[in-house]
Every structure is written in structure tokens, then in C-alpha cells.
């Protein structure tokens, strides 16, 4: 009887060692996608401060130009009427 036992333990132990490939590479697969998701959205995080960024200073751009001009027009406006 106690030999019965042995094998039996045996199958459940080599059993269970045909399930530990499966199971890392779960574990693997999981850790994966993870990192995978959390790659995604500090993708995601850059590229919208990257789209904010860009539109700030264009709107500050297009301010600073129209400064430039309206202060070049008056100058040439003031020369011209001297």
C-alpha cells in the first residue's frame, strides 16, 4: 500500500512539474503585459503634455509676432509722417 502511495505522489509531483513552465510563463506573459500597459500610457501621458506644450507656445508665438508687427507698423507709420 504504502508503495502505491510513493507512485502516486510521484505522478502528482511530476505532474506538477509539467505545470511549472505553464505557470512562469503566465507569470511572464503577465509581468509583460504590465509593463507593456504601463509603457502605453507614459506614451500616452508625454504625447498629450507634447500636444499642450506645442499649443502654448504657438499661441505665445502668434502673440509675441503681432506685438513685433504692431510696433514695427507704428514705427514705420511715425517715420513716414515726420
Do not use: W
Request: aromatic content about 8%; overall charge positive.
Amino acid at each position: 500500500m504504502a508503495g502505491g502511495l510513493t507512485i502516486t505522489a510521484d505522478k502528482a509531483f511530476i505532474s506538477s512539474l509539467a505545470e511549472a513552465p505553464m505557470k512562469l510563463r503566465s507569470i511572464q506573459f503577465s509581468i509583460a503585459a504590465l509593463a507593456g500597459a504601463c509603457l502605453f500610457i507614459a506614451v500616452g501621458i508625454m504625447t498629450l503634455y507634447a500636444l499642450l506644450a506645442f499649443e502654448r507656445n504657438q499661441s505665445m508665438v502668434i502673440e509675441r509676432s503681432e506685438q513685433m508687427l504692431g510696433q514695427r507698423v507704428r514705427s514705420q507709420l511715425s517715420h513716414c509722417y515726420r
